[in-house]
């Protein structure tokens, strides 16, 4: 184990080839570092680190990570308030001279990567396993390896939505994620196709690929996560060359009366007309 510089939220520890971050857990933690729990940051994924005057009395240390190394940054893309920097190290004033010292320490195992431009794979793990969470239109979920789903809510969704029906994506068909966060205005996740299909901008609430967000639906430390971890499946998906197709399997008799049942439900409200109504639900029935 390394030397251990404990701060407000979070201890890094310094290992001879990487800083382990570990978030504390608890009510004033923010609550994405609460769900990041721990990361390993190689040197190797690290452009720089400063130190700074905080706030109320602390100073700052900060690690900048390199260009394309962490999944999480990448899909965050410039987003993150600065209290739920998962770099940031916020130290009590008078522990400034330590800070000092591990800053220093820390440039000095940067130096052999001192002229890399950005990176070419991801350096940092992704959060780990399955993972869902509730937006305002649907529930996404997120298998952990090679597919992500859909599936649409009544109360939310639109009806381009429901005429479309639960969606289920593979890893491997797909080239890129767009992060908006719930804390801007229009917050949303959008899975983006290597097909081609999303080369006319569609609207968020209107488009398939995507689930948009609202207040308490689709929050950064759940949203987040999720995001990064299709991002880094996305790229090991395309690292790897595929040895088989895979057949699609069939659907859920359950999930798929349950569809016909909304799909009738806007046929009644006059949101969907005879002949949409005639044609998906033929369609929802061939895949029985």
Same mark, same amino acid.
């Given at each position: 184990?390394g030397d251990?510089?404990?701060?407000?939220?979070?201890t890094?520890?310094?290992?001879?080839?990487?800083?382990?971050?570990?978030?504390?857990r608890g009510?004033r933690?923010p609550k994405l570092l609460n769900a990041l729990?721990?990361?390993r940051v190689p040197?190797?994924?690290?452009?720089s680190v400063t130190l700074?005057?905080g706030?109320?009395?602390?100073?700052?240390?900060? &690690?900048?990570?390199?260009d394309g190394?962490?999944?999480?940054?990448?899909?965050?893309?410039g987003?993150?308030?600065?209290?739920s920097?998962?770099y940031?190290l916020?130290?009590p004033?008078?522990?400034e001279?330590?800070?000092?010292?591990?800053?220093?320490?820390?440039?000095?195992?940067?130096?052999p990567?001192?002229?890399?431009g950005p990176?070419?794979?991801?350096?940092v &793990?992704a959060?780990?396993?399955?993972q869902s969470f509730?937006?305002y239109?649907?529930?996404?979920?997120?298998?952990?390896?090679a597919?992500?789903?859909?599936?649409?809510?009544?109360?939310?969704a639109s009806?381009?939505?429901?005429?479309?029906?639960?969606?289920t994506?593979?890893?491997?068909?797909l080239?890129g994620?767009?992060?908006?966060?719930?804390?801007?205005?229009?917050?949303y996740?959008r899975l983006?196709r290597r097909?081609g299909?999303?080369?006319r901008?569609?609207?968020p609430?209107?488009?398939p690929?995507?689930v948009?967000?609202?207040?308490?639906?689709g929050?950064v430390?759940?949203s987040?996560?999720f995001a990064?971890?299709?991002?880094?499946?996305i790229?090991?998906?395309?690292?790897?060359v595929p040895?088989a197709?895979q057949?699609?399997?069939?659907?859920d008799?359950a999930?798929i009366?349950?569809r016909i049942r909304?799909?009738?439900?806007?046929?009644?409200?006059?949101?969907?007309?005879d002949?949409e109504?005639?044609?998906k639900k033929?369609e929802?029935?061939?895949?029985?």
């Amino acid at each position: 184990m390394g030397d251990v510089l404990a701060g407000i939220h979070a201890t890094w520890e310094f290992e001879s080839d990487a800083v382990v971050i570990r978030f504390e857990r608890g009510i004033r933690t923010p609550k994405l570092l609460n769900a990041l729990r721990e990361r390993r940051v190689p040197h190797e994924a690290l452009a720089s680190v400063t130190l700074t005057p905080g706030k109320r009395g602390t100073v700052v240390l900060h &690690a900048v990570p390199r260009d394309g190394a962490d999944p999480l940054v990448e899909a965050a893309a410039g987003q993150l308030k600065e209290g739920s920097d998962p770099y940031r190290l916020v130290l009590p004033a008078d522990r400034e001279t330590l800070a000092e010292y591990y800053r220093d320490e820390l440039r000095a195992a940067l130096a052999p990567y001192a002229d890399l431009g950005p990176a070419d794979r991801f350096l940092v &793990a992704a959060p780990e396993g399955p993972q869902s969470f509730k937006a305002y239109d649907g529930k996404a979920s997120f298998d952990g390896k090679a597919e992500v789903s859909f599936r649409w809510f009544w109360t939310g969704a639109s009806s381009e939505k429901w005429k479309a029906g639960d969606q289920t994506f593979r890893v491997r068909d797909l080239s890129g994620v767009e992060w908006r966060s719930p804390e801007i205005l229009d917050g949303y996740l959008r899975l983006v196709r290597r097909d081609g299909h999303d080369a006319r901008p569609v609207q968020p609430d209107h488009d398939p690929a995507s689930v948009v967000f609202g207040l308490g639906y689709g929050p950064v430390h759940e949203s987040l996560p999720f995001a990064a971890s299709v991002l880094a499946a996305i790229r090991d998906s395309s690292e790897r060359v595929p040895v088989a197709v895979q057949a699609v399997p069939h659907r859920d008799p359950a999930g798929i009366a349950e569809r016909i049942r909304h799909l009738g439900e806007l046929h009644r409200a006059g949101l969907v007309t005879d002949e949409e109504f005639s044609a998906k639900k033929a369609e929802l029935l061939a895949e029985l």
